[in-house]
């Protein structure tokens, strides 16, 4: 909690220690306020708090993520639309608006047509009553969240080969014992700056860094090796690594035969392949397919790190589980300095998908179409297993049923679906069909904009709870001050609307960590077992590792060190076909589209494009081409152009990049409006974790304004 020390005649010092609310690295740090005794304006001090995952580091967004919690935008009442434009009213107004609506709703076209939509900076706490709200005081099987669109494709990988997804499954330490990291569609410089240092103390202690993107970014600039390719080729790519391991008997046989099942089908598989065909489809030479994978296959320890480069793609689950084979062909897991990382991505980005906000899924990973599952959980509900809805639909397959108007109402927490969601200008377009659109949210969103009901919530350095790192590891984030204005916490929201939608008796929690004390015992036994875990365990030993299943466990640093949760604890080797993009390029769309992030920026930018020292550093959307490509097209460096897909357009201004690849061009996520660049993904989605394709569709460009003839 904060300390406020007093200086007499000096004014005073407000001292707060909270984490980043931004990636899943969660760095610890202190916000120091300081006001002097005129009264005006205070300044602010920011401090790194050392902690086992960052050690002490903060990147730009941490160092300033007090300015937009702080800034005079924050929302402060509830506000409802009338005629068009936001009023104040008061909460006792808003939860008769909620009630009234969910009621005409439910009593006309029954309780599906209500769905929540949650998000991955949500605590555990807030993440976890949100499923439990929809499933037990709406019984509505539609909810879904905005991770199904980050961690979808590795977190199925993960269950299916390893029997878990939990991101990495060896602690950070590790990575500097391996002697080869591939690095595959991970940002780590730009998305995790605070974790570089592992991997440049493994290169100083003479590592061998493979980067796989295709373009330039601060971490392909560390890299020893960097292959550059084409969007959407990855599983292909592994193939290649595959094969070419397999060749030169770089298998080890002897992990092969006692810890996974499916060797022969993959190796009849990859005997079928040619190499040359895999260098020509995916656009690296099989000279540099050779070097990769005989610096990995030769390598006595490595790891292997895949993000949404691999993951964004709609073969993204299969693609995943091809450089899990090339973990598992080569026994590099289990040891230390072995092992794979699906990077997270948001602050609860790992917690956030364990305790049932996933449409199929409830709290510790268990599954609501297991009928044991649902029997325990609905036990510890105090609920009949019958009154258990069963599993809905994925985030944007929930914007189909929008536009369809099968959902009538959306209740969101923690997201910006209409900037974040694959073709957006038909998101947004449901949206607007909805009856009754309710987001809760601290800041003025673009999906706020268009609700008829918007909820002020707390802000992270106002809300206690817990937040799951990228590791795996529970930290307890403790409130540093108070909300302003009229404020409430999500899950506060979430137990005081049930009580008024006449379920409050399964809402009757005295406090957040009340809340953990129940999830600790709805995930017991499951696969993310936090039973184990308790505040004050959270608060002496600075987090702990899950699964924990009990008071007196250590919790499981790293995992599969003999064995893996599957039958005859054996992981899964899977053939995994070449696969092309849903979408080519052709004469009309001659580009692939990729899109992503920057260091200063934060997912849709609501939070970090309120804060004036990250916004001064990236006013505006940007086109990273290559100057060759940007000849062809008579494009200058910084003109704006003009951006169109079969979906939409957008107008972004023109950045040179002379090492991203010629195909390719590459736009950022982090605005709306005419710069949202979802106005041109396509929302093919990947058949088994329902992943969007966002990291590449075809694109066209021109110059905004023409020259003369
Ligand atoms: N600064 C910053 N940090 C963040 C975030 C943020 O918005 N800003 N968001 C957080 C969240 S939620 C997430 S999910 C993570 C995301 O972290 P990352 O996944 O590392 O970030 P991205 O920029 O989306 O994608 C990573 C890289 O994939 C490359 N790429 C594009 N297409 C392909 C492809 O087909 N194959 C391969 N191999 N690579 C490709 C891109 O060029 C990009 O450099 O970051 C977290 N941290
Ligand atoms: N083209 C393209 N699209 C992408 C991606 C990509 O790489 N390319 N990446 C995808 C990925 S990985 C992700 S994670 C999604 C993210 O997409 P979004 O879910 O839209 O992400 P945010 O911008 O974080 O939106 C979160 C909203 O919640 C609010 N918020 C923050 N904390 C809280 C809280 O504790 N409670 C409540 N109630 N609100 C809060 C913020 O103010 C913000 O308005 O975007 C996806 N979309
Ligand atoms: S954005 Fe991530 S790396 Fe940067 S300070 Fe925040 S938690 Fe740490
Ligand atoms: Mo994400």
Same mark, same amino acid.
């Given at each position: 909690?904060?300390?406020?020390?007093?200086?007499?005649?000096?004014?005073?010092?407000?001292?707060?220690?909270?984490?980043?609310?931004?990636?899943?690295?969660?760095?610890? /740090?202190?916000?120091?306020?300081?006001?002097?005794?005129?009264?005006?304006?205070?300044?602010?001090?920011?401090?790194?708090?050392?902690?086992?995952?960052?050690?002490?580091?903060?990147?730009?967004?941490?160092?300033?993520?007090?300015?937009?919690?702080?800034?005079?935008?924050?929302?402060?009442?509830? /506000?409802?639309?009338?005629?068009?434009?936001?009023?104040?009213?008061?909460?006792?107004?808003?939860?008769? /608006?909620?009630?009234?609506?969910?009621?005409?709703?439910?009593?006309?076209?029954?309780?599906?047509?209500?769905?929540?939509?949650?998000?991955?900076?949500?605590?555990?706490?807030?993440?976890?009553?949100?499923?439990?709200?929809?499933?037990?005081?709406?019984?509505?099987?539609?909810?879904?969240?905005?991770?199904?669109?980050?961690?979808?494709?590795?977190?199925?990988?993960?269950?299916?080969?390893?029997?878990?997804?939990?991101?990495?499954?060896?602690?950070?330490?590790?990575?500097?014992?391996?002697?080869?990291?591939?690095?595959?569609?991970?940002?780590?410089?730009?998305?995790?700056?605070?974790?570089?240092?592992?991997?440049?103390?493994?290169?100083?202690?003479?590592?061998?860094?493979?980067?796989?993107?295709?373009?330039?970014?601060?971490?392909?600039?560390?890299?020893?090796?960097?292959?550059?390719?084409?969007?959407?080729?990855?599983?292909?790519?592994?193939?290649?690594?595959?094969?070419?391991?397999? !060749?030169?008997?770089?298998?080890?046989?002897?992990?092969?035969?006692?810890?996974?099942?499916?060797?022969?089908?993959?190796?009849?598989?990859?005997?079928?392949?040619?190499?040359?065909?895999?260098?020509?489809?995916?656009?690296?030479?099989?000279?540099?397919?050779?070097?990769?994978?005989?610096?990995?296959?030769?390598?006595?320890?490595?790891?292997?790190?895949?993000?949404?480069?691999?993951?964004?793609?709609?073969?993204?689950?299969?693609?995943?589980?091809?450089?899990?084979?090339?973990?598992?062909?080569?026994?590099?897991?289990?040891?230390?300095?072995?092992?794979?990382?699906?990077?997270?991505?948001?602050?609860?980005?790992?917690?956030?998908?364990?305790?049932?906000?996933?449409?199929?899924?409830?709290?510790?990973?268990?599954?609501?179409?297991?009928?044991?599952?649902?029997?325990?959980?609905?036990?510890?509900?105090?609920?009949?297993?019958?009154?258990?809805?069963?599993?809905?639909?994925?985030?944007?397959?929930?914007?189909?049923?929008?536009?369809?108007?099968?959902?009538?109402?959306?209740?969101?927490?923690?997201?910006?679906?209409?900037?974040?969601?694959?073709?957006?200008?038909?998101?947004?377009?449901?949206?607007?069909?909805?009856?009754?659109?309710?987001?809760?949210?601290?800041?003025?969103?673009?999906?706020?904009?268009?609700?008829?009901?918007?909820?002020?919530?707390?802000?992270?350095?106002?809300?206690?709870?817990?937040?799951?790192?990228?590791?795996?590891?529970?930290?307890?984030?403790?409130?540093?001050?108070?909300?302003?204005?009229?404020?409430?916490?999500?899950?506060?929201?979430?137990?005081?609307?049930?009580?008024?939608?006449?379920?409050?008796?399964?809402?009757?929690?005295?406090?957040?960590?009340?809340?953990?004390?129940?999830?600790?015992?709805?995930?017991?036994?499951?696969?993310?077992?936090?039973?184990?875990?308790?505040?004050?365990?959270?608060?002496?030993?600075?987090?702990?590792?899950?699964?924990?299943?009990?008071?007196?466990?250590?919790?499981?640093?790293?995992?599969?060190?003999?064995?893996?949760?599957?039958? !005859?604890?054996?992981?899964?080797?899977?053939?995994?076909?070449?696969?092309?993009?849903?979408?080519?390029?052709? !004469?009309?769309?001659?580009?692939?589209?990729?899109?992503?992030?920057?260091?200063?920026?934060?997912?849709?930018?609501?939070?970090?494009?309120?804060?004036?020292?990250?916004?001064?550093?990236?006013?505006?959307?940007?086109?990273?081409?290559?100057?060759?490509?940007?000849?062809?097209?008579?494009?200058?460096?910084?003109?704006?152009?003009?951006?169109?897909?079969?979906?939409?357009?957008?107008?972004?201004?023109?950045?040179?990049?002379?090492?991203?690849?010629?195909?390719?061009?590459?736009?950022?996520?982090?605005?709306?409006?005419?710069?949202?660049?979802?106005?041109?993904?396509?929302?093919?989605?990947?058949?088994?974790?329902?992943?969007?394709?966002?990291?590449?569709?075809?694109?066209?460009?021109?110059?905004?304004?023409?020259?003369?003839?």
């Amino acid at each position: 909690m904060s300390q406020i020390i007093e200086q007499a005649g000096t004014g005073s010092r407000n001292v707060m220690n909270t984490q980043c609310p931004f990636c899943s690295v969660q760095c610890k /740090m202190q916000i120091i306020e300081e006001r002097d005794e005129t009264g005006g304006r205070p300044s602010y001090t920011v401090v790194p708090t050392p902690n086992l995952a960052s050690e002490g580091r903060l990147c730009i967004k941490g160092m300033n993520a007090y300015q937009h919690a702080l800034t005079g935008e924050r929302i402060l009442h509830p /506000m409802a639309k009338r005629d068009g434009r936001f009023v104040r009213i008061s909460w006792d107004e808003a939860y008769r /608006m909620i009630t009234d609506k969910f009621g005409e709703l439910r009593a006309q076209y029954g309780p599906h047509s209500i769905g929540l939509y949650g998000g991955g900076s949500l605590t555990n706490e807030s993440a976890y009553l949100l499923g439990k709200f929809a499933r037990v005081a709406l019984q509505t099987k539609y909810i879904d969240y905005n991770g199904r669109f980050c961690m979808s494709a590795a977190a199925s990988a993960g269950v299916k080969v390893f029997g878990i997804d939990r991101g990495l499954t060896n602690p950070l330490s590790d990575i500097e014992s391996a002697e080869c990291i591939i690095l595959a569609g991970t940002n780590i410089a730009e998305c995790q700056p605070t974790l570089t240092p592992y991997f440049t103390r493994a290169k100083e202690k003479g590592a061998y860094l493979i980067a796989i993107d295709p373009r330039e970014t601060g971490t392909t600039r560390i890299a020893d090796l960097h292959l550059r390719v084409k969007p959407g080729m990855d599983a292909t790519l592994a193939n290649g690594m595959l094969k070419v391991l397999l !060749e030169e008997n770089l298998v080890d046989h002897a992990f092969v035969g006692q810890r996974t099942q499916g060797f022969s089908e993959l190796k009849a598989h990859l005997e079928s392949l040619d190499l040359e065909e895999i260098a020509e489809l995916t656009g690296v030479s099989v000279s540099l397919i050779r070097q990769a994978a005989l610096a990995y296959g030769k390598a006595a320890t490595g790891m292997v790190f895949t993000a949404r480069g691999v993951e964004q793609q709609t073969d993204g689950h299969m693609s995943v589980r091809n450089f899990l084979n090339l973990v598992l062909l080569t026994g590099k897991i289990g040891k230390p300095g072995c092992g794979y990382g699906a990077v997270t991505g948001q602050g609860n980005g790992q917690g956030g998908r364990e305790h049932g906000q996933k449409a199929d899924q409830l709290p510790g990973y268990r599954l609501i179409e297991n009928p044991e599952d649902r029997a325990y959980v609905a036990g510890v509900w105090g609920i009949d297993p019958g009154e258990l809805p069963g599993k809905g639909v994925s985030a944007y397959e929930m914007m189909v049923k929008v536009y369809e108007r099968e959902i009538r109402s959306l209740f969101v927490m923690g997201s910006n679906p209409i900037v974040s969601n694959p073709n957006a200008d038909f998101v947004e377009e449901g949206l607007k069909k909805l009856d009754f659109l309710v987001v809760a949210d601290f800041l003025m969103s673009e999906t706020a904009l268009l609700a008829d009901l918007i909820l002020p919530v707390s802000a992270y350095l106002e809300n206690t709870g817990t937040l799951t790192n990228l590791e795996g590891r529970v930290l307890l984030r403790e409130a540093a001050r108070s909300a302003p204005g009229e404020a409430k916490h999500d899950w506060q929201i979430l137990c005081e609307l049930a009580d008024r939608l006449g379920r409050g008796r399964h809402f009757g929690f005295a406090s957040v960590e009340d809340i953990f004390e129940e999830l600790r015992l709805a995930s017991r036994g499951g696969v993310a077992d936090y039973y184990g875990i308790t505040y004050d365990r959270l608060r002496k030993e600075e987090g702990v590792y899950w699964p924990c299943p009990e008071p007196g466990h250590p919790g499981a640093s790293r995992l599969f060190e003999s064995s893996f949760p599957l039958a !005859e604890g054996k992981a899964l080797l899977t053939p995994v076909e070449n696969h092309l993009p849903k979408e080519r390029v052709n !004469e009309e769309y001659p580009l692939y589209l990729t899109t992503g992030r920057v260091l200063t920026h934060y997912l849709t930018g609501v939070q970090t494009r309120r804060s004036h020292s990250l916004a001064a550093r990236d006013v505006e959307s940007f086109m990273e081409i290559h100057p060759k490509t940007a000849a062809k097209y008579r494009l200058e460096d910084g003109v704006l152009v003009k951006l169109e897909s079969k979906r939409g357009v957008i107008y972004v201004r023109c950045r040179f990049s002379s090492e991203i690849r010629e195909d390719t061009v590459f736009v950022p996520m982090h605005w709306g409006d005419t710069q949202n660049v979802n106005k041109l993904t396509l929302d093919e989605l990947d058949p088994t974790c329902r992943m969007p394709g966002f990291k590449v569709c075809a694109v066209k460009v021109s110059p905004l304004v023409t020259e003369y003839a």
